[in-house]
């Protein structure tokens, strides 16, 4: 399949309408197809392309903008951001209005209570990963419960926290 | 007890759509920025903004429309914060909150991008995240705590979030476990 913006955005849009999920998902998703398929992309690309995604703030999806770059300029990038990001939009609108009646109804309101306990189980797990690769030393372990008293007991604004750990962990790595 | 539930396409409250949206980019802006760590991470901090401080929807509603951007494909975190727009301030609030989380990201990536074809690889700034990780853990157990508490209305729920956890450790599918987590209280509880 030759490179053509059209295909690009075709591709993203397809990624952004049937994706569920994060993370290694997205990752073999779009090496099967980039890669091993099209020839698009190296495997250092994508590999470098998902790291950008999860070393930015906000969604991981932005891999999309830099694959987009890297395979068709900025023309390629923004068209890839739009298509991998443009289904959810139209999901969301087109779901929303349905959730109070699952509220509402009886049997529904149970299944989406078994979601969103399940969802929280999810995220739980997700976090205990995260734990073990974020706490590795005494500076890290240190600074994740100066930072749980803060929010538990303060209320201090996340902003702050992700601010003053960054501070915190530069100074450490530059002088520690 | 009945929660107000906001209609969809209305502005929660008498407040004028232009100035819905002006907050909504504002937050979602600010959001966007600092979003560091996953989807989780972004979740407990919507829920801070949204549920704790701004009280523009219960802890039961924003927890609704977490399970639900489960079921559906695509990002989670900017689905949330698209569903967010849309309940405030209708189709505008939907584009504006979904656009604004997405936008920071973007613009670092580019610049990142262009780097990276202009020189050959990434910058060697992983290490800029040590101090922030950890910092991101202890924003996702207060968010989860909060969460806990409204999501495990009893011993049914609670077994199924304990299998969950206990499960997705050992590999099983995530979608197949928010499905079957559904069902399973669905079906005890009916």
Avoid at chain 1, 29 to 44: E, H, I, N, P, T
Avoid at chain 1, 159 to 167: M, P, Q, S, T
Avoid at chain 2, 114 to 135: N, Q
Wanted: hydrophobic share 55%; net charge positive; glycine share 12%.
């Amino acid at each position: 399949m030759p490179i053509s913006l059209f295909n690009l955005t075709a591709f993203f849009l397809k990624v952004g309408s049937i994706l569920f999920g994060s993370g290694y998902v997205l990752l073999a998703f779009l090496r099967a197809d980039l890669v091993q398929r099209w020839g698009w992309l190296s495997d250092r690309q994508l590999i470098d392309a998902i790291a950008v995604g999860q070393f930015t703030p906000g969604p991981v999806f932005t891999t999309a903008t830099f694959i987009g770059y890297v395979v068709a300029g900025l023309p390629g990038a923004l068209l890839a951001t739009l298509g991998i990001f443009f289904p959810s939009f139209v999901f969301v609108a087109a779901s929303n209005p349905l959730i109070p009646r699952l509220r509402r109804s009886g049997w529904a309101a149970g299944f989406l209570d078994g979601v969103n306990v399940a969802s929280l189980g999810l995220m739980a797990t997700v976090t205990w990963q995260l734990g073990r690769a974020a706490l590795v030393d005494p500076v890290t372990v240190g600074l994740g419960l100066v930072a749980t008293v803060l929010v538990f007991w303060l209320r201090l604004n996340s902003a702050w926290l992700v601010l003053g750990g960054g501070l915190v962990g530069v100074a450490v790595k530059l002088f520690g | 007890m009945t929660e107000k539930e906001p209609g969809a396409g209305q502005p929660q409250s008498g407040v004028p759509v232009t100035r819905s949206v002006g907050e909504l980019a504002r937050l979602f802006l600010k959001l966007g920025t600092i979003a560091f760590g996953g989807p989780a991470a972004h979740i407990a901090m919507m829920d801070d903004e949204v549920v704790r401080k701004r009280r523009w929807l219960t802890r039961g509603q924003f927890l609704d429309l977490l399970g639900a951007t489960n079921l559906i494909p695509g990002p989670n975190s900017t689905e949330m914060a698209i569903h967010i727009g849309l309940l405030r301030a209708g189709w505008r609030g939907l584009i504006v909150a979904g656009s604004c989380f997405i936008l920071p990201a973007v613009v670092i990536v580019l610049a990142l991008a262009w780097a990276y074809v202009r020189y050959g690889s990434l910058p060697e700034v992983l290490w800029l995240l040590y101090g922030v990780k950890p910092v991101i853990i202890a924003i996702v157990l207060h968010a989860l705590w909060g969460f806990a508490a409204k999501a495990v209305k009893g011993p049914i729920t609670g077994a199924v979030g304990i299998a969950v956890i206990a499960l997705a450790f050992l590999g099983v599918n995530e979608i197949l476990l928010l499905l079957v987590g559904g069902l399973g209280v669905m079906l005890w509880l009916n």
